[in-house]
């Protein structure tokens, strides 16, 4: 079975400092990773992917994450934060042999002035 | 069209009554699957077609919930004789092909409020 925990509901963060979303996924199979951006009242939009190519993946907005197997990880991080970045964060997996994204919690990005 | 789209946008309805939701997916998708959010439960798989069929249903909640796809394109999610614990925002999404390395894009969801 695949699961994916996000480690913290709400993170708060200064306009300019780094940006550190934390998650942590169990898979026994080797997993596709995500981090999806829900911004309020719409829909989830997809911020990078990890497909077992590059261990370092970037994605749109300044956003990047690495993929750490031997620490079962995939941390988004942005290096200035930005006050349009106040969303909610969506870690999630899947595999090739599943048909579903099993999805995190979610963390509630705050960007304080 | 340009992306995913959901109808309703809003949708209240009375304890018993049934609601259908409605997805449109990005044209020559052939993957669709159905999720909810709500606050206590965030967001859970419903269930993925790929054309027409249905491979995986396995989160549907109960038997009041059904879906169906036309035609390799539209699909509309049933809930029969609502219940408040339906209360939530239902999420369709659409991907290019069945492969699970391919994006899903996501519509706007359908907030559903039962009173």
């Known amino acids: 079975a695949q699961s994916v925990t996000q480690l913290g509901s709400h993170v708060s963060v200064s306009e300019g400092a780094l940006v550190l979303l934390r998650c942590n996924y169990s898979?026994?199979?080797?997993?596709?990773l995500f981090w999806y951006v829900q911004y309020p009242n719409q829909g989830l939009q997809l911020l990078l992917k990890y497909t077992s190519a590059a261990t370092l993946v970037k994605g749109i907005n300044g956003f990047e994450a690495e993929f750490k197997k031997s620490e079962t990880s995939f941390h988004l991080t942005k290096p200035s934060a930005h006050m349009s970045d106040a969303a909610e964060y969506f870690c999630?997996?899947?595999?090739?042999?599943?048909?579903?994204?099993?999805f995190g919690s979610g963390t509630r990005l705050s960007i304080r002035p | 069209g340009a992306g995913v789209s959901q109808s309703p946008s809003n949708k209240v309805t009375e304890k018993g009554k049934d609601v259908e939701l409605r997805c449109d997916p990005i044209s020559g998708h052939t993957a669709l699957y159905w999720y909810r959010q709500s606050l206590g439960q965030g967001l859970e798989f419903l269930i993925y077609f790929q054309g027409n069929s249905a491979p995986d249903k396995s989160g549907l909640p109960s038997d009041r919930f059904s879906a169906e796809r036309t035609g390799g394109s539209v699909s509309t999610l049933t809930i029969q004789r609502t219940q408040q614990e339906d209360s939530a925002v239902y999420l369709c999404?659409?991907?290019?092909?069945?492969?699970?390395?391919?994006?899903?894009?996501f519509g706007p969801g359908t907030r559903l409020t039962v009173l």
């Open positions: 898979s026994s199979v080797p997993p596709y």
């Open positions: 999630a997996v899947t595999s090739s042999s599943a048909s579903k994204i099993i």
């Open positions: 999404a659409s991907s290019r092909d069945r492969g699970q390395s391919d994006t899903q894009y």
